[in-house]
Protein backbone atom coordinates (compact mmCIF):
# COMPACT_ATOMS: atom_id res chain seq x y z
CA UNK A 1 0.00 0.00 0.00
CA UNK A 2 2.85 2.13 0.67
CA UNK A 3 3.32 3.12 -3.12
CA UNK A 4 0.21 3.42 -4.57
CA UNK A 5 -3.42 5.64 -3.65
CA UNK A 6 -5.05 4.72 -1.19
CA UNK A 7 -8.72 3.82 -2.94
CA UNK A 8 -11.43 4.91 -0.72
CA UNK A 9 -14.75 3.30 -0.71
CA UNK A 10 -17.91 5.36 0.51
CA UNK A 11 -20.79 3.56 2.07
CA UNK A 12 -24.23 5.30 1.71
CA UNK A 13 -24.79 8.48 -0.53
CA UNK A 14 -26.43 10.56 1.11
CA UNK A 15 -25.64 14.44 2.31
CA UNK A 16 -22.11 14.01 4.21
CA UNK A 17 -20.88 11.48 1.40
CA UNK A 18 -21.25 14.40 -1.15
CA UNK A 19 -19.02 16.76 1.28
CA UNK A 20 -16.44 13.59 2.06
CA UNK A 21 -16.15 12.84 -1.92
CA UNK A 22 -16.08 16.42 -2.63
CA UNK A 23 -13.09 16.60 -0.77
CA UNK A 24 -10.79 13.65 -1.51
CA UNK A 25 -9.94 15.27 -4.69
CA UNK A 26 -7.54 17.85 -2.53
CA UNK A 27 -5.78 14.50 -1.74
CA UNK A 28 -2.59 13.67 -3.63
CA UNK A 29 -2.36 10.30 -3.05
CA UNK A 30 -5.69 9.03 -2.45
CA UNK A 31 -9.30 8.78 -4.74
CA UNK A 32 -12.49 7.63 -4.73
CA UNK A 33 -12.31 3.96 -5.94
CA UNK A 34 -16.07 2.70 -5.20
CA UNK A 35 -19.52 3.98 -3.88
CA UNK A 36 -22.17 1.75 -2.52
CA UNK A 37 -25.99 2.52 -2.28
CA UNK A 38 -28.92 0.68 -1.35
CA UNK A 39 -30.23 1.78 -4.95
CA UNK A 40 -28.41 1.42 -8.06
CA UNK A 41 -29.93 4.70 -9.35
CA UNK A 42 -28.50 6.54 -6.32
CA UNK A 43 -24.60 4.60 -7.32
CA UNK A 44 -25.11 5.92 -10.58
CA UNK A 45 -25.47 9.18 -9.97
CA UNK A 46 -23.23 9.85 -7.09
CA UNK A 47 -20.57 8.47 -8.86
CA UNK A 48 -21.07 10.40 -12.17
CA UNK A 49 -20.92 13.19 -9.91
CA UNK A 50 -17.85 12.24 -7.85
CA UNK A 51 -16.45 9.88 -10.42
CA UNK A 52 -15.89 6.29 -9.11
CA UNK A 53 -14.23 2.99 -10.97
CA UNK A 54 -17.09 0.92 -9.28
CA UNK A 55 -20.89 1.39 -8.40
CA UNK A 56 -22.91 -1.20 -5.95
CA UNK A 57 -26.38 -1.52 -5.34
CA UNK A 58 -25.49 -3.54 -2.29
CA UNK A 59 -23.48 -2.30 0.38
CA UNK A 60 -22.42 -6.22 1.48
CA UNK A 61 -20.62 -6.27 -2.65
CA UNK A 62 -18.25 -3.24 -1.28
CA UNK A 63 -17.33 -4.63 2.02
CA UNK A 64 -16.32 -7.29 -0.02
CA UNK A 65 -14.50 -5.27 -2.80
CA UNK A 66 -10.84 -6.37 -3.18
CA UNK A 67 -9.71 -3.23 -4.51
CA UNK A 68 -10.82 -0.86 -2.07
CA UNK A 69 -8.41 -0.21 0.88
CA UNK A 70 -10.80 1.92 3.27
CA UNK A 71 -14.57 2.38 3.86
CA UNK A 72 -15.91 5.75 4.88
CA UNK A 73 -19.46 4.82 6.46
CA UNK A 74 -21.68 7.69 6.02
CA UNK A 75 -25.40 5.88 6.73
CA UNK A 76 -27.34 7.26 9.93
CA UNK A 77 -25.71 6.46 12.91
CA UNK A 78 -28.35 4.21 14.54
CA UNK A 79 -27.08 2.00 11.50
CA UNK A 80 -23.37 2.27 11.77
CA UNK A 81 -22.87 -0.66 14.08
CA UNK A 82 -24.57 -2.92 11.43
CA UNK A 83 -22.46 -1.33 8.96
CA UNK A 84 -18.87 -0.78 10.32
CA UNK A 85 -19.19 -4.66 11.74
CA UNK A 86 -19.99 -5.82 8.10
CA UNK A 87 -17.04 -3.51 7.01
CA UNK A 88 -15.13 -4.90 10.03
CA UNK A 89 -15.90 -8.99 8.94
CA UNK A 90 -14.50 -8.49 5.53
CA UNK A 91 -10.84 -7.10 6.85
CA UNK A 92 -11.87 -3.91 5.91
CA UNK A 93 -10.34 -0.68 7.06
CA UNK A 94 -12.73 1.86 8.28
CA UNK A 95 -13.69 5.53 8.84
CA UNK A 96 -17.19 5.89 10.14
CA UNK A 97 -19.15 9.11 10.68
CA UNK A 98 -20.36 10.83 14.01
CA UNK A 99 -21.84 9.69 16.30
CA UNK A 100 -19.28 6.57 16.41
CA UNK A 101 -22.50 4.30 17.51
CA UNK A 102 -25.60 4.43 19.27
CA UNK A 103 -24.01 3.69 22.71
CA UNK A 104 -21.13 2.75 24.15
CA UNK A 105 -21.81 -1.21 24.36
CA UNK A 106 -22.31 -0.82 20.23
CA UNK A 107 -18.52 1.14 20.15
CA UNK A 108 -16.65 -1.03 22.50
CA UNK A 109 -18.07 -4.26 20.38
CA UNK A 110 -17.14 -2.39 17.40
CA UNK A 111 -13.56 -1.46 18.56
CA UNK A 112 -13.08 -5.09 19.87
CA UNK A 113 -14.41 -6.74 16.20
CA UNK A 114 -11.54 -4.19 14.46
CA UNK A 115 -8.66 -5.57 17.11
CA UNK A 116 -9.78 -8.88 16.42
CA UNK A 117 -9.01 -8.50 12.57
CA UNK A 118 -6.42 -6.32 12.92
CA UNK A 119 -7.67 -3.39 10.69
CA UNK A 120 -7.84 0.50 11.25
CA UNK A 121 -11.16 1.50 12.29
CA UNK A 122 -10.96 5.49 13.44
CA UNK A 123 -14.29 7.77 14.36
CA UNK A 124 -14.37 10.50 11.62
CA UNK A 125 -14.79 13.51 13.90
CA UNK A 126 -13.24 15.90 12.03
CA UNK A 127 -13.59 18.72 13.50
CA UNK A 128 -10.03 17.26 15.33
CA UNK A 129 -8.31 17.96 12.12
CA UNK A 130 -8.64 20.70 11.13
CA UNK A 131 -6.20 24.37 11.69
CA UNK A 132 -8.38 25.86 13.71
CA UNK A 133 -8.43 22.98 16.11
CA UNK A 134 -4.82 22.83 16.22
CA UNK A 135 -4.90 26.73 16.89
CA UNK A 136 -7.22 26.52 19.79
CA UNK A 137 -5.23 23.61 21.35
CA UNK A 138 -2.13 25.09 20.97
CA UNK A 139 -3.88 28.97 22.73
CA UNK A 140 -5.16 26.31 25.77
CA UNK A 141 -1.86 24.42 26.42
CA UNK A 142 -0.19 27.55 25.94
CA UNK A 143 -1.49 28.81 29.03
CA UNK A 144 -2.93 32.19 27.60
CA UNK A 145 -6.74 31.33 28.76
CA UNK A 146 -5.26 30.39 32.41
CA UNK A 147 -6.48 27.43 34.16
CA UNK A 148 -9.79 27.13 32.00
CA UNK A 149 -13.22 27.71 34.21
CA UNK A 150 -16.12 26.71 32.17
CA UNK A 151 -16.76 25.69 28.68
CA UNK A 152 -20.29 27.34 26.90
CA UNK A 153 -21.48 26.12 23.97
CA UNK A 154 -24.98 26.11 22.31
CA UNK A 155 -25.45 24.18 18.68
CA UNK A 156 -29.07 24.63 17.25
CA UNK A 157 -30.66 24.82 13.93
CA UNK A 158 -33.97 24.23 12.70
CA UNK A 159 -34.30 21.40 10.11
CA UNK A 160 -35.76 22.71 6.44
CA UNK A 161 -37.82 20.40 4.14
CA UNK A 162 -36.97 17.76 2.96
CA UNK A 163 -35.98 17.15 6.52
CA UNK A 164 -33.44 13.91 6.64
CA UNK A 165 -35.54 10.66 7.90
CA UNK A 166 -32.92 9.83 10.53
CA UNK A 167 -33.31 13.56 12.15
CA UNK A 168 -36.13 12.81 14.07
CA UNK A 169 -35.83 8.33 13.72
CA UNK A 170 -35.50 6.81 17.00
CA UNK A 171 -34.54 3.56 15.38
CA UNK A 172 -31.90 5.43 12.98
CA UNK A 173 -30.21 7.29 16.28
CA UNK A 174 -32.26 10.65 15.78
CA UNK A 175 -32.17 13.56 17.97
CA UNK A 176 -29.84 16.35 18.74
CA UNK A 177 -27.59 15.33 21.14
CA UNK A 178 -26.03 12.29 18.94
CA UNK A 179 -26.83 14.23 16.52
CA UNK A 180 -24.89 18.09 16.88
CA UNK A 181 -24.37 17.70 20.87
CA UNK A 182 -21.84 15.55 20.26
CA UNK A 183 -19.84 18.27 19.24
CA UNK A 184 -19.95 20.27 22.22
CA UNK A 185 -19.80 17.32 24.62
CA UNK A 186 -16.28 16.64 22.30
CA UNK A 187 -15.16 20.25 22.57
CA UNK A 188 -16.22 20.31 26.56
CA UNK A 189 -14.04 17.19 27.03
CA UNK A 190 -11.33 18.39 25.42
CA UNK A 191 -10.89 21.57 26.67
CA UNK A 192 -11.71 20.22 30.46
CA UNK A 193 -11.37 16.32 30.36
CA UNK A 194 -14.02 13.97 31.61
CA UNK A 195 -16.83 15.57 34.19
CA UNK A 196 -17.24 14.70 37.73
CA UNK A 197 -20.88 15.40 37.64
CA UNK A 198 -23.02 15.21 34.96
CA UNK A 199 -26.81 16.63 34.83
CA UNK A 200 -28.93 16.58 31.55
CA UNK A 201 -32.68 17.39 30.66
CA UNK A 202 -34.55 17.13 27.12
CA UNK A 203 -37.68 18.13 25.63
CA UNK A 204 -38.82 15.40 23.32
CA UNK A 205 -40.33 15.83 20.12
CA UNK A 206 -43.66 13.85 18.99
CA UNK A 207 -41.06 10.61 18.10
CA UNK A 208 -39.88 10.64 21.33
CA UNK A 209 -36.16 11.55 20.02
CA UNK A 210 -34.88 14.74 21.82
CA UNK A 211 -35.63 17.96 20.35
CA UNK A 212 -33.86 19.88 22.82
CA UNK A 213 -30.92 19.33 25.14
CA UNK A 214 -29.39 20.78 27.75
CA UNK A 215 -26.48 19.11 29.22
CA UNK A 216 -24.27 20.18 32.52
CA UNK A 217 -20.75 19.51 33.47
CA UNK A 218 -19.53 19.68 36.71
CA UNK A 219 -15.86 19.22 37.76
CA UNK A 220 -14.37 18.60 41.26
CA UNK A 221 -12.09 21.69 40.19
CA UNK A 222 -15.29 23.90 40.25
CA UNK A 223 -14.80 24.24 36.59
CA UNK A 224 -18.28 24.07 34.57
CA UNK A 225 -19.25 23.54 31.34
CA UNK A 226 -22.69 24.04 29.98
CA UNK A 227 -23.55 22.62 26.31
CA UNK A 228 -27.10 23.44 24.51
CA UNK A 229 -28.28 21.78 21.25
CA UNK A 230 -31.72 21.97 19.60
CA UNK A 231 -33.35 21.24 16.24
CA UNK A 232 -36.25 23.84 17.37
CA UNK A 233 -34.47 27.27 16.89
CA UNK A 234 -31.31 28.59 15.10
CA UNK A 235 -28.94 29.24 17.37
CA UNK A 236 -25.25 31.14 17.42
CA UNK A 237 -23.86 27.37 16.91
CA UNK A 238 -20.32 28.87 19.10
CA UNK A 239 -18.05 28.12 21.81
CA UNK A 240 -16.69 30.08 24.64
CA UNK A 241 -13.60 28.42 26.60
CA UNK A 242 -12.70 30.79 29.29
CA UNK A 243 -10.09 30.70 31.96
CA UNK A 244 -8.82 32.38 34.61
CA UNK A 245 -6.62 35.36 32.49
CA UNK A 246 -8.38 34.99 29.31
CA UNK A 247 -11.52 33.86 27.05
CA UNK A 248 -11.24 32.19 23.40
CA UNK A 249 -14.48 32.27 21.12
CA UNK A 250 -14.96 30.26 18.45
CA UNK A 251 -17.42 31.73 16.32
CA UNK A 252 -20.27 30.38 14.16
CA UNK A 253 -20.31 26.79 12.88
CA UNK A 254 -17.58 26.60 16.10
CA UNK A 255 -17.20 23.41 14.94
CA UNK A 256 -15.76 23.88 11.69
CA UNK A 257 -13.37 25.85 9.22
CA UNK A 258 -15.44 28.60 8.81
CA UNK A 259 -15.50 29.77 12.43
CA UNK A 260 -13.14 32.58 13.24
CA UNK A 261 -11.01 32.31 16.40
CA UNK A 262 -11.44 35.28 19.03
CA UNK A 263 -9.34 35.49 21.90
CA UNK A 264 -10.00 38.20 24.61
CA UNK A 265 -7.27 38.60 26.84
CA UNK A 266 -9.24 40.79 28.85
CA UNK A 267 -12.95 42.22 29.22
CA UNK A 268 -15.36 41.61 25.83
CA UNK A 269 -13.97 44.49 24.41
CA UNK A 270 -10.37 43.15 24.18
CA UNK A 271 -10.93 41.32 21.19
CA UNK A 272 -7.81 39.56 18.72
CA UNK A 273 -8.60 37.88 15.71
CA UNK A 274 -6.50 34.65 15.24
CA UNK A 275 -4.56 34.07 12.95
CA UNK A 276 -6.03 30.69 10.67
CA UNK A 277 -4.48 29.04 7.57
CA UNK A 278 -7.63 29.22 4.70
CA UNK A 279 -9.34 25.50 3.90
CA UNK A 280 -9.69 24.24 0.96
CA UNK A 281 -13.39 22.69 0.14
CA UNK A 282 -15.16 21.62 3.56
CA UNK A 283 -12.50 20.66 5.35
CA UNK A 284 -12.83 16.74 5.37
CA UNK A 285 -9.61 16.14 3.60
CA UNK A 286 -8.00 16.59 6.99
CA UNK A 287 -9.12 13.69 8.59
CA UNK A 288 -9.34 11.83 5.19
CA UNK A 289 -5.76 12.50 4.99
CA UNK A 290 -4.74 10.99 8.09
CA UNK A 291 -6.85 8.21 8.19
CA UNK A 292 -4.71 7.06 4.59
CA UNK A 293 -1.33 8.07 6.66
CA UNK A 294 -2.56 5.74 9.58
CA UNK A 295 -2.92 3.54 7.13
CA UNK A 296 0.44 3.48 5.25
CA UNK A 297 2.27 3.15 8.31
CA UNK A 298 0.10 -0.13 9.50
CA UNK A 299 -1.66 1.61 12.25
CA UNK A 300 -4.95 0.06 13.14
CA UNK A 301 -5.58 3.10 15.80
CA UNK A 302 -5.32 6.90 14.67
CA UNK A 303 -3.08 8.06 17.66
CA UNK A 304 -5.21 11.64 17.22
CA UNK A 305 -8.71 10.12 17.41
CA UNK A 306 -7.72 7.28 19.58
CA UNK A 307 -10.13 4.75 20.48
CA UNK A 308 -10.35 5.82 23.88
CA UNK A 309 -11.69 9.20 22.48
CA UNK A 310 -14.69 7.58 21.06
CA UNK A 311 -15.36 5.50 23.91
CA UNK A 312 -15.21 8.19 26.25
CA UNK A 313 -17.08 10.22 23.97
CA UNK A 314 -19.80 7.50 23.62
CA UNK A 315 -19.87 7.15 27.84
CA UNK A 316 -20.32 10.21 28.42
CA UNK A 317 -23.29 10.34 26.40
CA UNK A 318 -24.80 7.74 27.29
CA UNK A 319 -24.69 9.53 31.02
CA UNK A 320 -26.20 12.22 29.62
CA UNK A 321 -28.99 9.89 28.36
CA UNK A 322 -29.73 8.61 31.39
CA UNK A 323 -30.13 11.58 33.19
CA UNK A 324 -31.87 13.25 30.37
CA UNK A 325 -34.24 10.44 29.79
CA UNK A 326 -33.12 9.81 26.16
CA UNK A 327 -33.78 6.22 24.99
CA UNK A 328 -32.95 3.99 21.86
CA UNK A 329 -34.52 0.84 20.46
CA UNK A 330 -30.63 -0.61 20.09
CA UNK A 331 -30.06 0.03 24.20
CA UNK A 332 -32.17 -2.94 24.48
CA UNK A 333 -30.61 -5.45 21.90
N1 LIG B 1 -19.06 15.22 9.82
C1 LIG B 1 -20.06 16.02 9.52
O1 LIG B 1 -19.89 17.22 9.32
C2 LIG B 1 -21.42 15.45 9.35
C3 LIG B 1 -22.42 16.21 8.78
C4 LIG B 1 -23.65 15.63 8.58
C5 LIG B 1 -23.88 14.32 8.97
N2 LIG B 1 -22.88 13.61 9.55
C6 LIG B 1 -23.12 12.22 9.97
O2 LIG B 1 -23.13 11.41 8.80
C7 LIG B 1 -24.13 10.41 8.89
C8 LIG B 1 -25.07 10.56 7.70
O3 LIG B 1 -25.67 11.83 7.73
P1 LIG B 1 -26.29 12.51 6.41
O4 LIG B 1 -26.70 13.88 6.80
O5 LIG B 1 -25.41 12.33 5.26
O6 LIG B 1 -27.60 11.62 6.23
P2 LIG B 1 -28.48 11.41 4.93
O7 LIG B 1 -28.35 12.56 4.01
O8 LIG B 1 -29.83 11.00 5.41
O9 LIG B 1 -27.77 10.16 4.21
C9 LIG B 1 -27.65 8.92 4.83
C10 LIG B 1 -27.45 7.86 3.76
O10 LIG B 1 -27.40 6.59 4.42
C11 LIG B 1 -27.95 5.59 3.60
N3 LIG B 1 -28.95 4.80 4.34
C12 LIG B 1 -28.89 3.48 4.56
N4 LIG B 1 -29.96 3.04 5.22
C13 LIG B 1 -30.72 4.13 5.43
C14 LIG B 1 -31.98 4.31 6.06
N5 LIG B 1 -32.66 3.28 6.61
N6 LIG B 1 -32.51 5.54 6.10
C15 LIG B 1 -31.84 6.58 5.56
N7 LIG B 1 -30.63 6.46 4.94
C16 LIG B 1 -30.08 5.24 4.87
C17 LIG B 1 -28.57 6.29 2.39
O11 LIG B 1 -27.70 6.09 1.30
P3 LIG B 1 -28.11 5.09 0.10
O12 LIG B 1 -29.55 5.37 -0.19
O13 LIG B 1 -27.20 5.51 -0.97
O14 LIG B 1 -27.88 3.69 0.55
C18 LIG B 1 -28.58 7.76 2.76
O15 LIG B 1 -28.41 8.58 1.66
C19 LIG B 1 -24.79 10.60 10.25
O16 LIG B 1 -24.22 9.71 11.18
C20 LIG B 1 -24.46 12.02 10.64
O17 LIG B 1 -24.36 12.24 12.03
C21 LIG B 1 -21.67 14.14 9.73
Not at 9 to 33: P, V
Not at 51 to 65: G, V
Not at 78 to 99: P, S, T, Y
Amino acid sequence: MMNKKIRWGILGTGRIAQKFASDLKYIEDAELHAVASRSKTNAAIFAQLYPAALQYDDYHTLAKDPQTDIIYVATPHGLHFEHVMLCLQHGKAVLCEKAFAVNSSQTKSMIAAAKEQKVFLMEALWSKFTPQWQKMTDIIHSGQLGEIKNVIINFGFVPQPPVAERLFSPALGGGTLLDIGVYNVFYALSALGKPDYIDARMTPASTGIDEQCAVLFRYNSGAMAQLFSSYCTHLATEADISGSKGRLRLTHRFYTPDSTLEFYPGRADSKVIVPVEQTEGFGYHYEARHAGDCLRKGLTESPVMTHADTVLLMETMDEIRRKAGIQYPADTK
